[in-house]
């Protein structure tokens, strides 16, 4: 099971950090990953990570601005977002997979989304 909570509505400029409960089976994928979705648009990648060597990919546009990470103890995943733009508005997606990829479709287990709301 996958659980994301710390959206909320900022303004631009604004930097927040989302978290995503990782538990159940979950916790035996070999990636994590935040997709986001706004609305009339399709789920796109953010960012993702190994669980256990923690390497990082990141969606070329977001990169100089949010970081992923997680913390291995206590199963908890997070992103790190800075200098929030209008376009960040979204419903920001936790995934777990057992394999690698940046794809949604590489992924097997998602959470509910929790919502970003970025006002100028």
């Known amino acids: 099971q996958l659980v994301e909570y710390g959206g909320r509505s900022v303004h631009t400029g604004d930097s927040l950090r989302l978290t995503c409960a990782v538990t159940g089976r979950t916790k035996d994928s070999y990636a994590t ?6 609305p009339g648009k399709e789920r796109e990648f953010v960012a993702a990570i190994t669980w256990v060597g923690g390497g990082t990919y990141y969606r070329n546009s977001l990169k100089d ?11 908890t995943l997070f992103l790190q977002m800075n200098s929030l ?7 920001y997606y936790c995934y777990a997979s057992t394999g690698w990829g940046l794809s949604i479709t590489d992924y097997n287990y ?11």
Do not use: C, Y
Request: hydrophobic content about 35%.
């Open 33 to 38: 990953a935040w997709f986001r979705q706004a």
């Open 65 to 75: 601005r949010v970081t992923i990470s997680r913390n291995a103890a206590s199963n």
């Open 85 to 91: 733009k209008p376009e960040d508005t979204a419903l």
């Open 110 to 120: 998602w959470g509910q989304g929790t919502q970003v709301t970025v006002s100028s």
